[in-house]
């Protein structure tokens, strides 16, 4: 096997046993819970007969073990567990919302990466000017703010008290695709990209302003070439590999910052959920999301560190020489 | 060899950027409203923390009044309290603990017979894979929510954080003829992390510092914020923004104080951080030349 296929082989290996621990200690925090799970469900009305009753069929009689591996075979299935709010499959619940915050990752991450490639490339080649200085003042005011701050200054700025041009929270009807109304997704989707983009632009500026002095840089504008063709047929695809790992990480990072997001904006999908269910102690709910977020989570880095192995011409010429 | 420059006076050339000097006056202001508004406060509007001033959501007074009628400047400059004490405590068991798990690993790295580098790292991993908001959730999920319960899950999920970069930073120092010389002498590995290696890291250790202290402030001030953090009727700031963002139009100030008052606390503290960094990175460039 090259060494590129074993060090991604190995790396995978890594992902699936960070997961299984990952998701032994989702599982072990839920018996910490003080009280009996059959009688949250069920609510404090419950017959003595119909907690037993629900205890058994839910397995709760058996042993911590048993029901772990119970649990991930259900999760590995498709059947996430019981939400005691809705009185319904968590896998019902989240159906939707799953699809809802899909939308504000994908449209976040089309919108920043383009933008964020494009200031970063621009501040490189303008170092040491007003432009440069001013885009990372901006960057660091920006970077420095918890994504709520930022939710909120926009609502103050585009929805309440200076304009009012845009919705402040979603306004789709329940079971209304939250699509249907785009300008409910302009803030929220604003709010996410203004989190994201400043480390995005200081990461492209930093490892192209690098590659602008490397040696080879300088030689292939020693050739005579015109400037703009040493930037872009040279200097760029030098930084893919970091940039690419950079934005993977914003993706993973988004995974939590669409929590507060989602709440700030009432959006209905899985981080106003996980909320809910927080502040419901909907155990099996926050069980399941915390999950499903961690597992993307997990994803995310594993394709940033692939990117990482990929880009590293070291390891790619190693396995290409039959190494 | 001689030794890496100690970064002695790395914060005093650190202040001597007028970025930095910017941002301690942000900070210094905004800490100074939290510590002196408790005291302010009711001698400036008359009202008590939690006295009534009239009904929600009215225009009264400087800045109006909140949801349940009281006046918003009183309990503004009252609310600074618990961010910042919950933030600082957030930082220091990161930091602490994220510096001794790193500079063990780092320095046990290189013997082959320890595994304590792998095992610190690896377990470091699985913390690693929650995004921080997220595993604060699921422990007010099992154990309620509580100021102090916040403090330990945000400041033990910085632990891996701050321990991949004190490990960088040990084990480039590990191999210095200092160390290899006290380790010679027999001194024991305690004294040696303490008076060789810690010394020499406390340039990225910092810079950590104030990375975890602006992250701190925004967990803690977003957990507020989401209800789950600290519970009424305290006052804080997270929480009377959750408490009066329903009446952005009719009172903006409950909101926009306190909004600002964090944001200005965190750019402050990012640009202090800012400066150390490119301090730090000034003073380990410098070395070898």
Redesign the interface.
């Given at each position: 096997m090259s060494l590129l296929t074993t060090m991604i082989m190995k790396r995978l290996l890594v992902s699936v046993l960070v997961l299984l621990v990952v998701s032994l200690l989702i599982f072990a925090a839920t018996l910490l819970l003080p009280g009996d799970p059959a009688r949250a469900i069920l609510g404090q009305q419950a017959t003595p007969e119909r907690v037993a009753a629900l205890t058994e069929q839910l397995g709760l009689d058996r042993p911590a073990w048993e029901r772990y591996l119970s649990w991930l075979g259900g999760v590995l299935t498709g059947d996430l567990g019981f939400s005691a709010a809705t009185q319904g499959p968590v896998s019902e619940l989240l159906g939707g919302r799953i699809a809802a915050s899909a939308l504000l990752l994908v449209l976040t991450a089309l919108i920043s990466t383009p933008v964020a490639l494009a200031l970063g490339t621009w501040a490189a080649t303008r170092r040491g000017t007003r432009t440069d200085s001013a885009l990372s003042g901006a960057s660091l005011v920006l970077a420095a703010l918890p994504e709520f701050v930022i939710g909120v200054l926009l609502v103050i700025l585009f929805a309440t008290s200076v304009l009012q041009i845009l919705p402040s929270v979603t306004i789709a009807r329940p079971g209304e695709p939250v699509w249907a109304r785009p300008e409910q997704l302009v803030l929220p989707v604003l709010t996410l990209a203004l989190v994201v983009i400043p480390y995005v632009v200081r990461m492209t500026r930093a490892t192209l302003s690098e590659a602008l002095d490397a040696g080879f840089v300088e030689m292939a504008r020693l050739k005579g070439l015109p400037e703009r063709t040493v930037l872009v047929r040279h200097a760029v695809p030098h930084t893919i590999g970091p940039v690419a790992q950079v934005l993977a990480l914003q993706l993973a990072w988004l995974a939590g910052g669409v929590v507060v997001v989602e709440f700030l904006f009432r959006y209905p999908g899985v981080g106003q959920a996980l909320i809910d269910a927080v502040a419901n102690r909907d155990v099996q709910v926050v069980q399941a999301i915390t999950l499903i977020i961690a597992a993307f989570y997990v994803l995310v880095n594993l394709a940033a560190d692939v990117a990482g192995i990929l880009a590293d011409p070291r390891i790619r010429h190693a396995s290409g020489g039959g190494a | 060899m001689s030794a890496p420059a100690v970064p002695a006076g790395l914060l005093r050339r650190t202040f001597r950027r007028r970025q930095a000097r910017i941002g301690a006056v942000l900070t210094l202001v905004v800490v100074a409203v939290a510590l002196l508004g408790p005291v302010l406060g009711p001698l400036l509007t008359g009202y008590g923390v939690d006295d009534f001033a009239g009904r929600p959501f009215r225009p009264d007074g400087v800045a109006g009044t909140d949801d349940l009628g009281r006046d918003v400047l009183t309990r503004f400059l009252a609310g600074g309290g618990p961010v910042l004490l919950y933030a600082l405590a957030a930082t220091a068991i990161g930091i602490v603990g994220g510096a001794i798990a790193g500079m063990l690993a780092g320095y046990s790295a290189g013997d082959r017979t320890s595994r304590l580098d792998s095992l610190i790292m690896r377990g470091g991993?699985?913390l690693l894979?929650?995004?921080?908001?997220?595993?604060a959730?699921?422990?007010?999920?099992?154990?309620?929510s509580s100021g102090w319960l916040l403090v330990l899950v945000i400041g033990i999920t910085h632990i891996p954080r701050v321990a991949r970069v004190a490990r960088q930073a040990t084990l480039s120092v590990a191999g210095q003829d200092y160390v290899l010389a006290a380790r010679m002498y027999g001194v024991p590995r305690r004294r040696i992390l303490a008076t060789e290696v810690l010394p020499n890291i406390t340039g990225p250790l910092m810079v950590e510092l104030g990375l975890r202290l602006?992250y701190s402030?925004?967990?803690v001030?977003?957990l507020s914020?989401?209800?789950?953090g600290v519970q009424p009727p305290a006052a804080d700031w997270g929480l009377q923004?959750n408490e009066n963002?329903i009446a952005?139009?009719v009172t903006?100030w409950g909101?926009?104080l306190p909004?600002l008052a964090?944001?200005v606390l965190?750019?402050g503290?990012?640009?202090i951080t800012?400066a150390l960094a490119k301090e730090s990175a000034d003073t380990t460039g410098e070395a070898p030349a």
């Open positions: - | 991993d699985v894979s929650f995004p921080q908001l997220v595993l959730l699921l422990a007010v999920a099992v154990l309620g602006t402030i925004g967990y001030a977003s914020f989401l209800g789950l923004i963002r952005l139009i903006p909101v926009l909004v964090i944001a965190t750019v503290t990012n640009m800012d």
